[in-house]
């Protein structure tokens, strides 16, 4: 059975507060981005079965945007996960790994440098090594359960960038 799985950078934040990073909003280009990210997703007809989201203020608010884009009636669930943020490839990975299998689409949205770093492992491509905020990475998984998956095991299909849509 294929599975795909999108692995988004959250969209850019704020410096402007002493915040905790944790607490970091989106700044205004961020959320325009966030915004255009989700209906180019739309116009390409790509829209996950679950969102998987880091538990920060900015993946947080790049998932509720991104919703936004989609119908109200074919829009994904959102399940925020705290284990996330922060988290390296292999600790995203094992997040993953709990995703039922009834999931054949599933977005992660997270930050570098494990969201850059699980999309190398993954496909292998070392070009993308640093993700830019805003990024989506789309991947084919052949023939394996998320508890499965590992590296090599993405043949990568999507790279849309939000310095390629403005």
Known sequence: MEKTLYLMRHAKSSWKKALPDHERPLNRRGKKAAKQIGLELVHRGIVPDLILASDAKRARSTAKRLLRAFAQEARPPLQLDPAIYEA????????????DETVRNLMVIGHNPG???????????????????GAVIGMKIEGKRWKDMGPGDGKLFLRLFPGELE
């Open 115 to 133: 969201i850059s770093e699980l999309t190398v492992m993954l496909t292998g491509d070392e070009s993308l090594d640093w993700l830019p905020t």
């Open 88 to 99: 390296d490839a292999r600790e995203i990975l094992q997040e993953i790994a709990q995703t």
